[in-house]
């Protein structure tokens, strides 16, 4: 079965960029409709955006609107891995962000319940 694992997270200053990685095994990867969420302490995961596979190589990503313009998700096939390249980072993007696959395109694609096999996720803090 496929997992996944974040890495990437670190300190940061506000206006810096930062690039998390979530590196899949044990599946195929290029065919899989996977999401990033962040999660700060006593609140819900919230989505980041998505990284949704339209067949062949092709794919759409989708963000949430606080993210928008900062935030690009893009994939590496041959590395079994998704990335998250953060720019412009803000102190309110402090969470510990996760990856994970979405379960149906039926489905709300930014809600978690939709999505499974959670990696352990990856801190982020942004603070000067």
């Known amino acids: 079965q496929v997992q996944f694992r974040e890495s990437g997270g670190g300190l940061v200053q506000p206006g810096d960029s930062l690039r998390l990685s979530c590196a899949a095994s044990?599946?195929?990867?290029?065919?899989?409709?996977m999401g990033w969420f962040r999660q700060t302490p006593g609140k819900e995961r919230e989505i980041v955006g998505q990284?949704?596979?339209?067949?062949?190589?092709?794919?759409?990503?989708e963000y949430t609107d606080s993210v928008k313009g900062r935030f690009t998700i893009s994939r590496d096939n041959t590395k079994n891995t998704l990335y998250l390249q953060m720019n412009n980072l803000k102190s309110e993007d402090t969470a510990v962000y996760y990856c994970?696959?979405?379960?149906?395109?039926?489905?709300?694609?930014?809600?978690?319940?939709?999505?499974?096999?959670w990696g352990p996720g990856t801190q982020v803090t942004v603070s000067s």
């Open positions: 994970a696959v979405r379960l149906s395109l039926d489905d709300a694609w930014d809600s978690p319940e939709n999505y499974a096999k």
């Open positions: 044990g599946g195929t990867f290029s065919t899989l409709n």
């Open positions: 990284h949704k596979w339209l067949g062949r190589q092709s794919y759409y990503a």
